[in-house]
């Protein structure tokens, strides 16, 4: 071996010299015919084909193996050779696509057994453009609009190169992004313009771009790949970053070590991007890490947070792949049905625990609250310990288990954090200058951690991203609530208990003391909070009560007597607000969160709130009706009731405990009551006020439901017997021009048989004169029955007058002279067709029948008036007005006459849409305001007495003052609409309507006193 090979060059070329004998070999023998005679196998020619070809093709496999790596090869016949046999590209995609397979769980305590792969709860992280400077460094973000909606898809895969920096806070997954750029390039390679991901860990690299700043990109690539992937062929690296054909994902920036050291690495980033064009460059970093380490970046996008369409995506794939794992083979459509029930379940517990839905907009902050749903099958009620997890997490494990350097430990870290917290809880304050925090801090380090610097600690608070700096300049905690549990914590660990028991009357410490209590005893604090008497401390207590089941017996019976002492109808102001507190904090914890961010209630406000917002101002309560059940909705509130309402508890909001919060009560939008499925009407705002009903159909008032009710009204009217008048006038025209008309049938049948000289027998002449007088005959049949449906018709209308003496006026003498036409028929009787002798008896019954009805009519006319006449509501209501002055515009139509009556009071229009549409709070205010409407009908003195009467009785129901009954609404409901002809003759299309409107109220009122699933119910919802 003295010219420096291995070993294994020479069994290389011992193992092709032997192989290639063989196939060789083989073949001559075949051809020859020289095998042993025993050796019959060697006669089958496939046999001896596949061993000749398997020699061969193993000969060539080692020859080339062995010219790779023999130094001496010519480089084009390497060249040639990497490209023909070359396995590296498949083998090194198919290890950046495995190694970035896991979702990063570095540092959580509370991560389960099972760890999804990334692509099965992936979800589309959205980015937008954004300055540096202007990219916050929260783990909760102040907002959570997502603004422009774009994805990294948008900035890569493209022709011209880009130089993308992605920023966002921690656990905001920019990881995660990177990843899943790899294995979808990986995956997609054909698709993309830049096929060959590069994945490099900047905080594995820091040391060797600091220790040598002109290390090369390909120096740091082939140094990350292992071994496993195979030798790599020659020059392989180069020609792919020449060709611009890689996308060199850097992640970490923030991570990369201290300010000096980031800023080398992102000039030696800066160095590598001019080397390499036209290939894609992505650098993540914190915000804070990239602020004086900039990179020559072509775009800045910022990670935005997860809005609630993410969140509910993230979950439902996070649990489906969970059970998924969990499953037997077969059994992954069951297994997703759990997936997305356990979902369902986790958001629901986030949207009852207060502060809670603001962190799932941190995709890391969700996955560890989705680890504790999962393996603790419910959140802890406690939601400190959720807020200890996360503190912890943030504060030092994710970083130790990263392998990062920590200055301090995690608990120094977690006692300071917590001292700075209580210092600014007792000063009243959300935030400091770094000027004076650094004053504040660093005599605290000097007792605990000597050595260490106030900047260096702040420097590493902000990277937790923990306390950013918004601003660059004022810190602050990242959500108030990890300002309020720190501080809870500290006072828990220096025992300094009795100072919260001394401020349970200042509002400023109400999340503070419940943070505190659902990890400590709380009976101290509810026992001082009863003794202080003020609304803001017995509030307190009443949710430290509500949310803790330690809460001794004795103290819960003493805030159970204050609350019924508030609700009763002659309590104090004082006990009064209190209970009003106490059932507006039972509405705000029973809210979700929507989609978009808001919160609604599950459920309408309850029967016994609106009965105090009833008592407090006055306001009717829900149409007459008294209240049953006191947890049970409040149905039927108006618009005008509601709007009451919401101002009112705005106003108890803005005075009480939980001023300052932001809560503003507003109705909901359609999409918002949508995610709690309410089962009752409720009132939602889209553009306008309207009642959203369970069936999408809303209560409307038909045609047809308001002539029942009109046709009942009217038995017994004076307005009844106006309209039958009218009607039996018309129907008498009627009758008369019959007879007109049957007359003039029968002075042409006359004539016709005076001028015939002779009998014809014959049936088939179409021109004899029986044939002739035959169709006039038939004719005349006809209209007798028509006659006689009509007479009928009269004698019916009559019949419904009960004001005799005036029938008799009008029928008392009726005559139906059929004389001149039964002479006619006589006349051409003789001479008529078979078929027309047939008609003639049929004809006299008709006749006979018309005399008998119209002696019948005669006889009612005629008839006794009533002994006893009783005045109905509608006459009492219409008494200044003279009927003789009305002309109600009845059909002489066949069907029942009182329907026909009251379809006359009814304009054509909505008769013909069949819609009379109401809105109850409205029609109260223009009803109010009807005394000064301009205008008024020609003659005002009857019209004004008869409104005036009408407006009695109508206010009153209407108004909610008394219940609706059928003797009112008959009193409002056709008065109404006789006097909206009244106006509508006027010209006063604004009192018509009005007054149509009021008639059809009446039924929409009836119909809600029986159906109180039509009743509007109100849900709260606030941003």
Sequence with gaps: ???????????????????????????????????????????????????????????ITVAVRHLRRDPDT??????????????????????????????????????????PELDASFVRLALTSSAPG???????????????????????????????????????????????????TVEANRAMTRPIPVWLQLRDQAKAIAADPNVSLLSLIRGSIPDSVGPEPARWWEKRLRAGRCVILLDGLDEAGEAGTRRDVAQWINRQVAAHPGNDFVITSRPPGYRNAFVDATETVQVLPFGRPQVRAFLEKWYTAAERHDADNGEYAAAAARG????????????????????????????????????????????????????????????????????????QRLMLLGRLAFAWMRQGIRGQDRRTLVRTVQPWLDETAPGITAERF???????????????????????????????????????????????????????????????????????????????????????????????QGLRDDLDRLLHRGLRPDADPADRALALDVLIGRMLRAMVTTPDGTRISRRPITTELY????????????????????DAPARGIWQRDAKAFLAWINALVAAGPRSGKGIVFRLPTGAEVATVHPALPVWVVEGRWRVRYPDKKAAVVTADALLDALSADLAGSHLLDKGLEDLAA????????????????????????????????????????????????????????????????????????????????????????????????????????????????????????????????????????????????????????????????????????????????????????????????????RLAAMPDRPGSPSDPSFFEAALDRLLRVAHPIVARERLITPATAAAIRAPALVL?????????????????????????????????????TLILAHD
Excluded at 18 to 38: E, H, I, K, R, W
Excluded at 139 to 147: Q, W
Excluded at 357 to 382: C, F, S
Excluded at 870 to 881: K, N
């Design 611 to 630: 009965e105090l917002f009833c008592s407090e101002t006055g306001t009717p309560f829900i149409e007459g009706t008294e209240p049953a059940d006191p």
């Design 458 to 552: 702040l420097e590493d608070m902000e990277a937790t991203g923990l306390l950013p700096v918004p601003d660059l300049e004022n810190f602050a905690f990242t959500h108030q609530t990890f300002q309020e549990y720190l501080a809870a914590a500290y006072i828990a660990e220096s025992g300094l208990h009795h100072l919260l028991t001394e401020v349970v009357d200042d509002p400023w410490w109400r999340e503070t003391i419940l943070l505190y209590g659902a990890g400590e005893d709380p009976n101290p604090i509810v026992a001082s909070a009863v003794r202080s008497g003020t609304l803001v401390a017995r509030s307190l207590a009443f949710e430290l009560a509500e949310s803790d089941d330690r809460v001794d």
């Design 74 to 115: 010519p480089g084009g016949a390497r060249a040639i050779l990497d490209r023909l046999t070359s396995r590296y590209a498949r083998d090194y995609r198919r290890w950046v696509s495995e190694s970035r397979r896991n979702l990063d769980a570095k540092g959580l305590n509370i991560i389960g057994p099972f760890i």
């Design 730 to 925: 018309r129907q008498t025209d009627m009758v008369h021009r019959s007879m007109t008309e049957m007359n003039h049938v029968a002075a042409q049948m006359a004539e016709l048989v005076r001028e015939s000289t002779r009998h014809i027998l014959s049936t088939d002449a179409d021109t004899a004169p029986g044939n002739r007088t035959g169709g006039m005959v038939e004719d005349l049949r006809n209209r007798a029955e028509r006659l006689h449906a009509e007479i009928g018709r009269l004698e019916t209308v009559l019949l419904g007058i009960a004001d005799r003496r005036r029938a008799s006026a009008g029928w008392g003498d009726l005559v139906v002279d059929l004389g001149r036409v039964q002479r006619a028929l006589k006349s051409a009787e003789p001479g008529s067709t078979p078929r027309a002798m047939g008609l003639f008896p049929i004809i006299r019954a008709e006749f006979e029948e018309i005399d008998t009805s119209v002696s019948r009519i005669r006889s009612i006319a005629r008839g006794a008036p009533p002994a006893v006449e009783r005045q109905s509501p509608i006459d009492h209501v219409l008494g200044p007005i003279s009927y003789r002055n009305l002309a109600l515009p009845v059909s002489a139509v066949p069907g029942d006459p009182m329907r026909i009556v009251a379809e006359s009071l009814l304009p054509d229009r909505r008769l013909r849409a069949n819609r009379f549409p109401v809105d109850l709070g409205g029609l109260v205010a």
């Design 134 to 184: 202007q990219v916050g460094s929260g783990m909760v973000p102040a907002t959570r609009e997502n603004g422009h909606d774009r994805t990294i898809w948008n900035f890569l895969n493209r022709r011209r190169r880009v130089v993308l920096a992605v920023l966002g806070a921690p656990g905001s997954g920019k990881t995660t992004l990177l990843s899943h750029v790899a294995r979808r």
């Design 980 to 1016: 909206a002809r009244f106006a509508q003759k006027a010209d006063d299309n604004r009192l018509t309507a009005t007054l149509i409107e009021l008639a059809a109220a009446t039924c929409l009122l009836e119909e809600r006193r029986v159906r109180p699933e039509l009743l509007e």
């Design 1 to 59: 071996m003295t010219d420096g090979r291995r070993p294994t060059d020479s069994r290389s070329s011992v193992t092709v010299g032997v192989l290639a004998g063989a196939a060789l070999g083989t073949v001559t023998n075949v051809f020859t015919n020289t095998f042993p005679a025993d050796w019959k196998w060697a006669g089958d020619v496939k046999l001896m084909g596949a061993i000749f070809v398997g020699c061969l093709v193993l000969s």
């Design 340 to 411: 997305r029930e356990a979902a369902a379940h986790l958001l629901r517990q986030i949207d009852a625990i207060p502060g809670l839905t603001d962190l799932t907009a941190n995709p890391l902050l969700l996955t560890m609250i989705a680890n504790v749903h999962r393996y603790g099958k419910q959140l802890p009620e406690n939601r400190a310990m959720l807020y200890r997890e996360v503190c912890e997490t943030m504060l030092g494990r994710r970083d130790e288990a990263r392998g990062q350097i920590v200055a301090l430990a995690l608990r």
